[in-house]
């Protein structure tokens, strides 16, 4: 039972560019988080999937971030025309979801850092 | 005033003490409480979870949930060189969203 996975572990870009992560959940997983952190701050909630439907979106999620979950599989996280503060760690997290209150296990992240 | 309060120390143990780590909430909503365990540029791991009051043990670590005090508590017996690392304490409602406090720096000297 391999863990969740994330791609890149790190990424650079300049101010203004567009950046997309993704994320491959526990096989079987239906349900799929991203959260963002950073430094010396918890995780914060952005958005989640169950299965192919994004379910909750956080008002941390500007229009300039689009989250997908096409198959119900891996999710891709993007972000257009990023911004300093874009900066953070994006961590993925996932859960089998078949019963209430499941716990999250979190993959290691992308760091995303902006020149 | 943030949901959920955490000390963010650094909390400085010797080796082998009980370590004692609390967060505070203010949502009565919650119901399923958790505490992660994050090494630095490592994602958080799970190490206790628990559905509304009361006291879970797993080996070295014990967490308790007072629902009425709003009150959370994770400890660790016989502290460890390797126990050092965040933790974070985590809580839903219905678990979707997690609302983590800001997390407690451990380190634990040999």
């Known amino acids: 039972d391999t863990g969740v996975s994330q791609d890149p572990r790190h990424k650079i870009t300049k101010r203004g560019q567009n950046v997309t992560f993704r994320c491959d959940p526990i096989?079987?997983?239906?349900?799929l988080y991203w959260y963002r952190q950073t430094l010396g701050q918890g995780p914060e909630f952005l958005t989640y999937?169950?299965?192919?439907?994004?379910?909750?979106k956080s008002r941390l999620l500007s229009d300039r971030f689009s989250a997908e979950r096409p198959k119900g599989s891996f999710s891709t996280l993007e972000i257009q025309r990023t911004e300093q503060g874009d900066s953070a760690m994006y961590l993925c997290?996932?859960?089998?979801?078949?019963?209430?209150?499941?716990?999250?296990?979190f993959g290691d992240g992308t760091r995303l850092s902006i020149l | 005033q943030k949901e959920v309060e955490q000390d963010p120390g650094p909390l400085s143990v010797p080796e082998g003490a009980i370590v004692s780590l609390n967060c505070t909430y203010s949502n009565s909503a919650f119901q399923y409480f958790m505490w992660y365990r994050q090494y630095s540029r490592k994602g958080p791991e799970l190490l206790m979870y628990?559905?509304?009051?009361g006291n879970k043990e797993d080996g070295r670590f014990t967490a308790q949930v007072d629902k009425s005090s709003k009150y959370i508590s994770l400890f660790i017996r016989d502290s460890q060189p390797s126990d050092s690392a965040t933790y974070l304490c985590a809580m839903t409602r219905r678990g979707n969203k997690l609302v983590f406090g800001a997390g407690t720096i451990l380190r634990v000297k040999s």
């Open positions: 096989s079987e997983h239906n349900r």
């Open positions: 628990t559905y509304s009051s």
């Open positions: 997290a996932s859960s089998s979801g078949t019963q209430a209150g499941q716990p999250q296990h």
């Open positions: 999937f169950q299965n192919e439907a994004q379910l909750e």
